[in-house]
């Protein structure tokens, strides 16, 4: 019995010892205070595969070999499930999560129909963002790869399906509550802040730029760029790019109807990119005389952006002519519509999509935004007239807004659309009907939704053309 | 008072017990055949191939540890086989320390193997690219080592009848050990170079809290075995898989094992790998307090048992 007492004497003396080195012993929280939130946590799979040693390395070398076997036969639901496994057995290898994120957001979509792809470019995301992330906080591999997955895949038109990703990605940031939005994306709300202070504006997470801009400063700001120079470096030219891309489309325009955005310049990033494009253009080893090029096409540019903006006076101020350049209309159309209208056909069809974006505008609540292409408008009617008989402005948007009504009323669903229009007058024929718009606003259009439907565009938003 | 002598033959029939046993022997050479294999299957880790077989390695060590201290209180295993524990005037207290120090030895003995053949596959590595050379005194003193100590232990099995696993264990750890020192002094192709190049400090240090965590695993088999009995194995598995998955900062936290402690293969992943001393001696300390507290529970459980009696 006495025995006893001193086995349990002992327990009682050794256990609380035990628990409190325990405490020491543990690894500190594997997310710093900037993580994503929720971060840190080793998937379930992970830490038990991740326990069973050399074991652990023959089923990777397995899972790998059928992977990019199924991969090869195009098996792509099988491979994405088992390219998922294989990240979460390897956690901290930076360069696997970044392989299958780009496999997954930029190999499989070209084997689906546009309409079909942004689930697996989420994928891509949501893997780096909520789970690899997590684990290797400082990585900058994966701040890189998740900054150029926004600002590539989904912000450039080098997928067809590019206008249909900046959709999805706007609709799942809707709302007004930024704090809400911001957890929503995996942000840090102080970093977010300090950001938006020194861009001077504030982020909206609807905008691939945001998103881009977000990841790459983060990445900046917690890697290590003493271990990565290479990648420093091109996280420093994702973030200027990215401040570039939000000016020059950087503000949604939600579709009439439906879940479509467009996206229009967005002026409040105009002094971020104009110190991006200085310091890229100072780079060494840029040729001067394309820099000034390059600089009077941004000169040019943000002539454009102040008119559809509704700031006409701006624009007129901005416009600097030196001897022998364009006068500031012809300027503006050749910078709109690739070169400045030389026949009337060519005017009128500049006068018929500057009024439709306006139109659509208009509709959409975007009161500066349909002024600005109102301006445009005129100045396209004012080149048509120069060159011929062109209707007055009040007739051709009468014109414009009867093709509308007429689209529009084919479907019930848009009827109320269609109500909202004020078509006096019958069309005019020698008005070309535009597919597309400036900015891409026909978006806006309920009836640039996918699918073969009555009265649809022909154009698709699935479709990046040019 | 601690009876000093019953304590260290009791402690020394238990670890003899145990190596003795054909499970500990296959289990222990495996592991090292394992780790040897190793450089072959780590693939696809893109430049991270070596970090991944680090870390493979080192939860090899916890896993292989786990298995052995599960097979250590098997009904029929070593000194449960023996009914050391029941022989008088031993207290039950001082049978349960000395045959969980026992089981510690024979744990000891096969982290050995363990890390020593796992620095050498290390420092062998996995090939960066098709073409690259071999690390010939690895190969030489590390294989040709441990095929010595099979050829050696089979000899000696013959000619003395002593038990086949117990001896290749033994003579396999002597030769890893010289294989480790004495391929220490050459670079790949047989240039001279300052003792113990190639080999990871680092690798040594998280080998070390591996086989501390296996010890740590020990005591909670031995406590099992008091509790189940028979299940104490599937007891093991349960607690082995509970430890991992628990949730971090819940009660049960405190309560199980800290496995996730001892199994640092994560540290290899960092740019510059960092695992101090302080950590292992941490562990060290909290191993043999986790443990103390646990044979204190067995041998109050024991005093309990039989009391009732």
Redesign the interface.
């Known amino acids: 019995?006495r025995?006893?007492l001193?086995?349990?004497i002992?327990?009682l003396a050794?256990?609380p010892?035990?628990?409190f080195?325990?405490g020491?012993?543990?690894?500190p929280a594997s997310a710093p205070s900037a993580a994503p939130l929720g971060a840190g946590?080793l998937h379930?799979l992970s830490?038990?595969i991740?326990?069973?040693?050399?074991?652990?390395?023959?089923v990777?070398?397995g899972l790998?070999l059928r992977t990019l076997r199924l991969q090869q036969q195009g098996d792509h639901f099988e491979a994405a499930l088992l390219a998922k496994a294989?990240a979460r057995l390897?956690p901290?290898?930076d360069?696997?999560w970044t392989?299958q994120a780009r496999h997954l957001a930029y190999d499989i979509p070209p084997s689906f129909r546009p309409e079909e792809r942004w689930p697996w470019v989420l994928e891509g995301i949501e893997i780096l963002r909520d789970e690899a992330l997590p684990l290797n906080p400082d990585s900058i591999p994966i701040h890189l790869e998740l900054s150029f997955l926004h600002y590539h895949k989904i912000g450039l038109d080098l997928d067809d399906a590019g206008p249909l990703y900046r959709s999805r990605l706007a609709g799942l940031f809707e709302g007004k509550d930024s704090k809400e939005l911001a957890a929503r994306a995996g942000m840090d709300p102080s970093l977010l802040e300090r950001l938006q202070g020194e861009v001077g504006a504030e982020l909206d997470p609807r905008a691939a730029g945001s998103h881009a801009l977000y990841w790459a400063r983060r990445g900046l700001e917690v890697g290590?760029p003493g271990?990565d120079p290479a990648g420093a470096a091109a996280l420093a030219r994702l973030s200027a790019l990215a401040r570039i891309q939000l000016y020059h489309a950087g503000r949604p325009v939600k579709a009439l109807s439906g879940d479509l955005f467009a996206f229009v310049p967005d002026l409040r990033f105009a002094r971020a990119a104009d110190l991006a494009i200085e310091e890229a253009l100072g780079i060494d080893g840029v040729d001067p005389a394309e820099a000034a090029e390059n600089l009077r096409l941004e000169r040019a540019r943000r002539v454009l952006y102040l008119v559809v903006s509704g700031r006409l006076q701006e624009a007129r101020g901005e416009h600097a002519a030196p001897p022998g350049a364009p006068a500031f209309e012809n300027s503006v159309l050749e910078v709109a519509f690739g070169s400045a209208p030389a026949s009337r056909e060519a005017a009128l069809g500049a006068l018929a999509s500057a009024l439709e974006a306006a139109v659509l505008l208009e509709l959409a609540g975007e009161e500066n935004l349909a002024r600005g292409f109102g301006d445009l408008a005129e100045m396209a009617g004012r080149r048509a007239a120069e060159l011929g008989q062109a209707p007055s402005l009040r007739d051709a948007r009468s014109a414009v807004e009867s093709r509308l009504w007429s689209r529009w009323s084919a479907r019930p669903a848009w009827a109320p659309l269609a109500a909202r229009l004020r078509p006096h007058s019958g069309d005019i024929q020698e008005l070309p009907d535009p597919d597309r718009l400036l900015f891409r606003l026909d978006l806006l259009d309920p009836a640039a939704h996918p699918g073969p439907r009555e009265g649809a565009r022909q154009g698709s938003p699935g479709d990046a053309r040019p | 008072m601690i009876r000093a002598r019953p304590a260290l033959a009791l402690a020394r029939l238990s670890f003899e017990d145990a190596t003795r046993e054909p499970a500990y022997a296959i289990v222990v050479i495996a592991t090292a055949g394992a780790n040897a294999l190793a450089p072959a299957l780590t693939m696809f880790g893109f430049a991270d191939d070596s970090n991944l077989l680090k870390d493979f390695g080192v939860s090899t060590t916890l896993l292989a540890g786990t298995l052995l201290a599960g097979l250590s209180v098997l009904p029929g295993a070593g000194a449960a086989k023996g009914g050391i524990l029941l022989t008088r005037p031993v207290g039950r207290g001082l049978a349960a320390s000395a045959r969980f120090a026992g089981i510690s030895l024979s744990l000891l003995l096969f982290a050995l193997v363990s890390t020593l053949s796992l620095l050498l596959a290390a420092r062998q590595g996995p090939p960066p690219r098709a073409g690259y050379p071999l690390d010939q005194p690895v190969l030489v003193f590390g294989l040709g080592g441990a095929a010595l100590a099979l050829i050696s232990s089979g000899a000696v099995t013959l000619l003395r009848g002593k038990p086949f696993g117990a001896a290749a264990v033994k003579f396999l750890a002597a030769a890893l050990a010289g294989a480790v020192l004495v391929s220490g002094f050459f670079d790949r192709e047989w240039t001279p170079v300052a003792p113990f190049w190639g080999f990871d400090p680092v690798l040594v240090r998280a080998s070390i809290l591996a086989s501390l965590g296996a010890i740590l695993l020990g005591a909670v088999a031995l406590l099992l075995s008091v509790l189940l009995e028979g299940g104490a194995v599937f007891g093991l598995v349960a607690v082995f898989l509970a430890a991992l998955i628990v949730p971090r900062g819940s009660f049960m936290e405190v309560l199980l094992p800290g496995i996730r402690a001892f199994s640092r293969g994560d540290v290899f992943y960092e740019a510059a790998p960092f695992l101090p001393w302080r950590q292992v001696a941490l562990g060290a300390a909290h191993a043999f307090l986790y443990s103390g507290a646990l044979i204190a529970a067995a041998a109050w459980l024991l005093e309990r048992q039989e009391a009732s009696r």
């Open positions: 019995m025995r006893g001193a086995a349990a002992a327990f050794l256990a010892l035990a628990v080195t325990r020491l012993l543990e690894e946590r379930l830490r038990v991740g326990a069973t040693g050399v074991l652990r390395a023959m990777l070398d790998w294989i390897e901290r290898i360069a696997v392989f290590k271990a």
